[in-house]
């Protein structure tokens, strides 16, 4: 698996090639976005694609004819489909979710939306959300901010909220634990 830093360098061609090409028009970063990410779900959920595309032993021709008919039928724009064709050739198209998540990622920045995962102990009502998405917005500065929800009954009470590499944990299991420190070290 190639690791992030290669990742990277694919994502910021690829959204460079969009900057330039696209004027940086919002819609198009979003576009190419559930592009990359549609294809990775494709291949995701068909392991017999996988099996294709990822075998040594298969030749390039035939993996090219069987992209080729994928992206007929699925009709992405050009600039993924030409990228995602530079995956194959390069040996890289298995890497495709990390890159695609980099490239969010780009995109989220230059469009000023902020992605926070926040793990809760129980399921937010919608009035939580907006209100911790308000917080959010506040706390980032940024003009839109995405959640992605999870719930984990371990935490007990409370919620853990990331925002890039900056986590923010509010639950009653990591108050307890810092409790239990506090009192082993007395």
């Known amino acids: 698996m190639i690791g992030t830093l290669l990742a990277r360098r694919y994502a910021k061609a690829l959204f460079e090639v969009v900057k330039k090409a696209d004027g940086a ?15 990775c779900t494709l291949l995701e959920d068909n392991p017999g694609l996988q099996s294709i595309f990822y075998n040594p032993s298969i030749s390039i021709h035939h993996k090219k004819k ?8 699925t009709g992405p724009l050009p600039v993924v489909a030409n990228f995602i064709t530079l ?3 390069k040996g890289r198209l298995r890497n495709l979710s990390i890159i695609a998540s980099v490239f969010e990622q ?9 992605q926070a995962t926040v793990t ?39 919620m853990v909220v990331q925002i890039g590499s900056t986590v923010y944990d ?11 420190e506090e009192l082993i070290r007395r």
């Open 25 to 39: 028009i919002e819609g198009n970063f979003e576009k190419v976005s559930q592009e990359l990410k549609s294809f």
């Open 66 to 73: 069987l992209l080729e008919e994928l992206i007929q039928r």
């Open 87 to 89: 995956l194959l050739e």
């Open 106 to 114: 780009l995109s989220y920045q230059i469009l000023n939306k902020a």
């Open 120 to 158: 809760a102990a129980w399921p937010l009502s919608e009035k939580e959300e907006l209100e911790l998405k308000a917080k959010l917005h506040a706390l980032t500065g940024a003009k839109e901010v995405i959640l992605s929800l999870k719930t984990d009954p371990q935490l007990i009470g409370g």
């Open 170 to 180: 509010g639950s009653l299991k990591r108050q307890l634990e810092n409790l239990k």
